[in-house]
């Protein structure tokens, strides 16, 4: 009689390869914290007058410089964007595959809309009825807003993932599920109403995606189970 012998399931360890690409996902993330309400809320914020064209078209033209700056932060945001989902998905397709396969589209389907609304940012700055002007920096907000809901449901799923494996702290992916909660919540809230009621919605969001950037810094990612 031929006995079988049953492996158990063995842990996937982490190995130098997993720790590097934790401290890159870190390394990519910490700009982030500064470039991207620079360039997703301060400088629509700063140019936009909603409902006035012409109001709109004189902030442009005061402050062009400022919307090119916004627009080159956003391709770094794009491409920091792709190459998390890359590296996501490698740490996490050990936990789940699907799931991490998931999020990751997500996350590319963020990045997918980013580029299209930096288009527009492009389109406003060489448009030249202030009609249009306004137009276009309106588009590029409603984008971002449909993103922000890919985003969150990436967010979310990563959070799941974490919390699940404990490859990192399990604190972390509780906060990202709520903070991927708290982006499609607001994105639903500005398509819906226009105008985010109020934009402490998104405060859950900074501490838990924080955590994340500065646990995969200092910490890494644990062996998976």
Known sequence: MVSQVVEPVAAVRTDRADMRLARVAGALYLPMFVLGPFALLYVPDRLIVSGDAAATADRLAAHAGLLRAGTVVELYLVFADVALAAIFYLLM??????????????????????????????????????????????????????????????????????????????????????GGACYVANSLLMLGMGEPSNRLVLLPAAPAELSLCLWLLVKGVREVR
């Open 93 to 178: 397709s050990r936990v789940s595959r699907p799931l991490a396969l998931v999020a990751s589209f997500f996350r590319l389907t963020w990045a997918a809309i980013g580029a299209v609304a930096i288009l527009a940012h492009v389109a406003a700055l060489m448009a030249v009825s202030d009609a249009d002007k306004l137009l276009l920096l309106d588009m590029h907000k409603q984008a971002l807003a449909v993103g922000f809901v890919a985003f969150g449901t990436s967010l979310a799923i990563l959070g799941y993932l974490i919390w699940r494996s404990g490859i990192l702290a399990r604190p972390v992916g509780i906060l990202l599920v709520v």
